[in-house]
């Protein structure tokens, strides 16, 4: 396991080498897909590294996005329970490094260790806590606060700064609106100098002011 996520390194000795022996890391391709509705459910996964686009299909087939999971994330929780299946795609929106791991080793696990039972309730309640948190911003927030927060938690160093490597349709699933909307509102965050364009890379000029607008 190359890095070993904060829910593994906190775990007893023992439960932490058997969970390192149960979850499997691999790398998934932005545009394929981990997982489909129809799929059983028998594996859960957690996001080292990226971002997975959770989404479903709507009565026109149109695509309705649920979540945006990211690192430190699970998805697929779905496994936890038998019989289920996925009921959505998971779509990486970059290469994501992920970790997988099945229902039988995951219930092995969690009978042996309570402490690894513990970690997996935290890590459910945090994805549904970031779930509701996203609610409220497509209820309540306009587009500009929600770009600048998902440009805020995008944003990665790079060798000319601070910089976002997604596409204006991954902003739009991360911020819950159009690629369009996205466009005209980074062009505006643009003309403030608070950003610039270039080719496949936004440049975040002013990290501070970006905070300020996603606190709206």
Same mark, same amino acid.
């Not at 594996?43 to 479903?56: D, I, K, S």
């Not at 430190?72 to 997988?100: H, K, N, Q, T």
């Not at 779930?131 to 770009?147: A, G, M, S």
């Given at each position: 396991?190359?890095?070993?996520?904060?829910?593994?390194?906190?775990?007893?000795?023992?439960?932490?080498?058997?969970?390192?022996?149960?979850?499997?890391?691999?790398?998934?391709?932005?545009?394929?897909?981990?997982?489909?509705?129809?799929?059983?459910?028998?594996?859960?996964?957690?996001?080292?590294?990226?971002?997975?686009?959770?989404?479903?299909?709507?009565?026109?087939?149109?695509?309705?996005?649920?979540?945006?999971?990211?690192?430190?994330?699970?998805?697929?929780?779905?496994?936890?329970?038998?019989?289920?299946?996925?009921?959505?795609?998971?779509? /990486?929106?970059?290469?994501?490094? =992920? $970790? !997988? %791991?099945? *229902?039988?080793?995951?219930?092995? #696990?969690?009978?042996?260790?309570?402490?690894?039972?513990?970690?997996?309730?935290?890590?459910?309640?945090?994805?549904?806590?970031?779930?509701?948190?996203?609610?409220?911003?497509?209820?309540?927030?306009?587009?500009? /606060?929600?770009?600048?927060?998902? =440009? $805020? !938690? %995008?944003? *990665?160093?790079?060798?000319?700064? #601070?910089?976002?490597?997604?596409?204006?349709?991954?902003?739009?699933?991360?911020?819950?609106?159009?690629?369009?909307?996205?466009?005209?509102?980074?062009?505006?965050?643009?003309?403030?100098?608070?950003?610039?364009?270039?080719?496949?890379?936004?440049?975040? $000029?002013?990290?501070?002011?970006?905070?300020?607008?996603?606190?709206?």
């Amino acid at each position: 396991m190359g890095m070993t996520p904060e829910f593994i390194t906190t775990l007893p000795p023992e439960a932490r080498a058997e969970a390192e022996r149960v979850f499997r890391s691999f790398t998934a391709r932005r545009g394929s897909y981990v997982c489909y509705p129809e799929d059983e459910a028998r594996t859960l996964y957690y996001v080292l590294e990226g971002w997975v686009r959770l989404f479903q299909l709507g009565p026109q087939e149109e695509e309705i996005t649920l979540t945006v999971v990211g690192a430190g994330d699970i998805f697929g929780e779905s496994a936890l329970l038998p019989g289920e299946r996925y009921g959505m795609f998971a779509e /990486p929106l970059v290469d994501c490094e =992920l $970790l !997988s %791991a099945s *229902r039988e080793d995951l219930l092995r #696990l969690n009978s042996r260790f309570p402490e690894a039972q513990a970690a997996f309730v935290l890590l459910l309640s945090r994805r549904l806590r970031k779930t509701e948190e996203r609610l409220r911003d497509l209820r309540f927030k306009e587009v500009l /606060p929600r770009l600048a927060k998902a =440009l $805020l !938690s %995008a944003m *990665r160093r790079g060798q000319e700064g #601070l910089e976002v490597t997604l596409s204006h349709q991954d902003l739009a699933h991360l911020a819950g609106s159009t690629r369009e909307t996205i466009t005209k509102v980074l062009g505006e965050l643009a003309m403030d100098d608070t950003i610039e364009l270039g080719y496949r890379r936004i440049l975040i $000029l002013k990290p501070e002011a970006l905070k300020q607008v996603a606190s709206q």
